[in-house]
């Protein structure tokens, strides 16, 4: 076990900095449970006495000086798990998810570029191959999006919770199509509720809708007469005209058809996702994912022949059973397809997934992929950069303490100059306010004159959704005003 003992503190419940502390402990020893006490004995003292142990070891007894902040505290901890280990985090000291975010910042603020790199360094004590992607991702999210009004404009995120088949490694709240296909109707009903009430909102606050984002779930998933019921709600409710980007995750191969593609190229959809996430068929018959290599280039091909010009495809770093010569042999086959953007995921096994639940069966040990990970992170970046893609958006995972050995969690968007996406940049940067539709959908809406957010969260359900959908609806009226 890892234990700190802090100071006790009223103005923190839990501990102050206690989640960042949990997250480096975690970093280091992911197989230990974390621990952490407040002595009431230190609550006048002043800075930060913090004591950690290690199995009972006594690894750190120091205090933090009276000016004390939350990264000096952590810097603090932090070379105490070195001294220890003997080994440092690839991402230093930084814990959150959204990495790019601090130098993205440092832009805003008119830091010069030599400051922001040393301030990653030596401040956060990254090494210096994140401290170049954290960089490089902020610059382009910088270059892309500091002419947008982010104030007075918002997106739309609409899920369709439904899939063909559910994956070993899924853990989102997903639905076999063909066991819900008798409810999606009412869904689409509830879901058109929900949109005509925000679009409703919105152009009373005079607010621009500026990207809509179709995830899911498989949106392909519903069949051709849903699809364009979709797409017809939308052009019904929302100043569909104005908007600068319009995606749709295909997604699933097997999901596709000819009809599905030509209604989404009609709708005025500018970005589709067909999403392989390996090209080696024994790691998609292992996963669950009912199509082959093969349909996943037919599909491609014909969405292009459909005129789609910007098509990203996923794909998944760390599947069972894979090796370097596996993965490198996807990204070169999809280096063949040429697809405008590739997105780069690290396998996280959540507790919720089929995959976590086989391997405690297995008695828990780490995967041998798992060793592979920070390899093939780098490899498939150098391997992108090489095909003239550029990373534009990032963030780690997290996941929940004892879920998984492997905590490099990292996913990387690389994309050709002018097919990145912006609505993934926005909401991972929290430059504007995302309302989210559906089952599952969590809005967040930025008060910019607080540089704070709030959330709002629909239920997971689907069930409960199309039941509770005028509940879903006040709650949205609510933060809206």
């Known amino acids: 076990m890892v234990q700190y003992e802090i100071k006790k503190n009223k103005a923190f419940p839990a501990g102050e900095f206690s989640y960042d502390l949990r997250s480096l402990a975690q970093g280091f020893y992911p197989e230990l449970a974390c621990q ?129 088949s559910i994956c070993q490694y899924c853990s989102f709240s997903s639905y076999d199509y063909e066991i819900y296909k008798d409810k999606v109707d009412s869904y689409l009903q509830a879901l058109k509720k929900e949109i005509a009430v925000m679009a409703e909102m919105a152009a009373r606050e005079k607010k621009k809708l500026q990207t809509i984002y179709i995830g899911g779930g498989t949106p392909t998933s519903l069949n051709e007469g849903q699809l364009q019921f979709l797409m017809d709600m939308l052009y019904q409710y929302l100043p569909m005209a104005e908007i600068a980007e319009f995606t749709v995750e295909a997604g699933r191969p097997d999901s596709i058809s000819e009809e599905k593609l030509r209604i989404l190229k009609k709708a005025g959809v500018t970005r589709i996702s067909i999403n392989p996430q390996s090209m080696k068929q024994g790691t998609l018959d292992l996963l669950g994912r009912r199509h082959s290599v093969a349909q996943v280039k037919k599909v491609f091909r014909l969405a292009r022949k459909l005129g789609f010009d910007n098509i990203n495809m996923d794909v998944i770093i760390g599947l069972p059973e894979e090796d370097e010569v596996d993965f490198t042999g996807t990204v070169m086959q999809l280096h063949e397809l040429e697809p405008d953007s590739v997105t780069v995921h690290t396998l996280v096994i959540k507790r919720a997934s089929r995959m976590r639940r086989e391997q405690f069966e297995q008695g828990g040990a780490m995967y041998p992929e798992d060793t592979l990970i920070s390899v093939l992170q780098r490899t498939s970046g150098e391997m992108l950069r090489s095909y003239g893609y550029e990373p534009y958006y990032m963030y780690r995972q997290k996941n929940k303490a004892g879920s998984s050995y492997n905590t490099n969690q990292e996913n990387v968007a690389y994309a050709r100059a002018g097919k990145e996406c912006l609505y993934n940049i926005f909401i991972m940067e929290e430059l504007e306010t995302i309302v989210a539709v559906g089952s599952g959908g969590s809005t967040k809406y930025v008060i910019h004159d607080e540089d704070r957010m709030e959330r709002i969260e629909n239920v997971k359900s689907v069930d409960d959704y199309i039941s509770r959908i005028d509940e879903m609806i006040e709650r949205k009226k609510q933060l809206w005003h």
Not at 43 to 52: L, S, T
Not at 92 to 116: V, Y
């Open 36 to 164: 952490i006490l407040e002595r009431e004995e230190w609550a006048e003292d002043r800075g930060f006495p913090i004591k950690c142990m290690v199995d009972g070891c006594v690894i750190l007894d120091d205090t933090v000086p009276e000016d004390y902040t939350k990264n000096s505290v952590k810097a603090k901890v932090y070379q105490a798990f070195v001294k220890k280990t003997g080994r440092e985090l690839p991402w230093g000291i930084l814990t959150g998810i959204r990495p790019a975010k601090i130098p993205f910042r440092m832009m805003r603020d008119g830091m010069r570029r030599e400051d922001i790199l040393i301030s990653l360094r030596e401040d956060y004590l990254l090494s210096w191959a994140k401290v170049k992607l954290a960089y490089d991702v902020a610059a382009k999210e910088y270059e892309l999006t500091r002419e947008f009004d982010h104030r007075n404009s918002y997106n739309l995120y609409v899920g369709i919770p439904f899939c063909p």
